[in-house]
């Protein structure tokens, strides 16, 4: 006896469906579940899904009136979110949410919530995280290293020497104090000892115990 073979779900319309806006509806709310999402995201989507093209836009623009889909709010929080936690740049920014459809308006109002400053600082601190002094490796080569992942993050050239030149040189002042600290701890450790060698060694038995 042979088993029909049980269909996974689909999201695609059906041909016989009666209510193409019902089936656009479905779909974006399926999809929106999960996380916001572009009005070009969204479009791209129901067209590779079969979705009648009248009714994607008639319900894309309900979705925007009720503020289920919102281009401007989804830029500032991908800029935010982004920024904070990945440490991208502008450039970077940019290209991810051109890659999304957000026309450059919107983008470039967005990208105004940072500025030169901030981002220096936001530089700063993701090289903070990543400096690392390699045994053996030369300074100008850890700063090379070090500027090449800000570049990935979308820096400018000048921002990514300085802040890799500035961070691995506070590192490089920090670890010979720490060693000048060693140098000297253990130089007064053994002087002291000497001194109380030195002491002890002529007291006699006698001055020792009344001590």
Known sequence: M???RREAPSDRPSEESSDPDSAVRAILLRRLSSAPRTRHEL?????RRGADPDASERVLDRFEEVGLVDDV???RLWVESRHRSKALARPVLRRELQQRG???DTIEQALEDIDDEGEFHRAMSF?????????GEELP??????AGQLARKGYSPMVCFTAARD???????QRQDDVVDEMFTGDVVDDLAAQQESMWGHCPLQDIDEL
């Open 167 to 173: 961070v691995l040189a506070t590192k490089v002042e």
């Open 102 to 104: 957000v026309d450059a």
């Open 141 to 146: 080569a850890a700063v090379n290293r070090l």
């Open 127 to 135: 090289a903070e995280g990543k400096a690392r002094l390699r045994s």
């Open 73 to 75: 709010a989804f830029t």
């Open 2 to 4: 042979s088993r029909r």
């Open 43 to 47: 479009r791209e989507d129901l067209n």
